[in-house]
T-cell receptor, first 110, second 114 residues
Framework: GENVEQHPSTLSVQEGDSAVIKCTYS??????FPWYKQELGKRPQLIID?????GEKKDQRIAVTLNKTAKHFSLHITETQPEDSAVYFC?????????FGAGTTVTVRA | NAGVTQTPKFQVLKTGQSMTLQCAQD?????MYWYRQDPGMGLRLIYY???????DKGEVPNGYNVSRLNKREFSLRLESAAPSQTSVYFC?????????????FGPGTRLTVL
């Protein structure tokens, strides 16, 4: 089955700086890569996703890049704000199922 | 629309007790999922139902059973709870599995097994 590894496990950034989270996947057939944000005590919510036929996608301050050859994808958050503090999960899918990374706890310092 | 709802929100069980976690969605989604979330391990798939009338095992199915009662409802049953099943359980749904569709999550059930 698919194996998704996510790094780093924790990330502390100064408000206004950028944050980058990286994930690798094992199954070359995976074709859909969503990112979920989970605030403390809340449910995971989709923030951005990318399909395998696209190399990069942006939505305001967040962007995702995909390198199919290397089987890795990354989340970039620019101009971080206190409300960006949360746990972020990457995931990969090639069928009915999503395989999630272990998560990155992002803390934005004021 | 309520989206995906789960009951109960919290539950404490003793080892060996049984219980059923309930999940319902009002988005007319075809596919539903049960995950467990443990610290440092992300979300792991227990069982899923790609469409009404079908269920399949996920990554960690041992100790669990599921029922897709109808298109709206998907329940998860623990027949004989063990401390290793202490976790937060999330139900999710999506329009059509495998078609780049967003999974919508319920609020979660926090289960403690003593």
């Amino acid at each position: 089955g698919e194996n998704v590894e996510q790094h780093p496990s924790t990330l502390s950034v100064q408000e206004g700086d950028s944050a980058v989270i990286k994930c690798t996947y094992s199954d070359s057939a995976s074709n859909y890569f969503p990112w979920y944000k989970q605030e403390l005590g809340k449910r995971p919510q989709l923030i951005i996703d990318i399909r395998s036929n696209v190399g990069e996608k942006k939505d305001q301050r967040i962007a995702v890049t995909l390198n199919k050859t290397a089987k890795h994808f990354s989340l970039h958050i620019t101009e971080t704000q206190p409300e960006d503090s949360a746990v972020y999960f990457c995931a990969a899918s090639n069928d009915y199922k999503l395989s999630f990374g272990a998560g990155t706890t992002v803390t934005v310092r004021a | 629309n309520a989206g995906v709802t789960q009951t109960p929100k919290f539950q404490v069980l003793k080892t060996g007790q049984s219980m059923t976690l309930q999940c319902a969605q009002d988005m007319n989604h075809n596919s539903m999922y049960w995950y467990r979330q443990d610290p440092g391990m992300g979300l792991r798939l227990i069982y899923y139902s790609a469409s009404e009338g079908t269920t399949d095992k996920g990554e960690v199915p041992n100790g669990y059973n599921v029922s897709r009662l109808n298109k709206r409802e998907f329940s998860l049953r623990l027949e004989s709870a063990a401390p290793s099943q202490t976790s937060v359980y999330f139900c999710a749904s999506t329009q059509v599995a495998g078609a780049y569709n967003e999974q919508f999550f319920g609020p979660g059930t926090r289960l403690t097994v003593l």
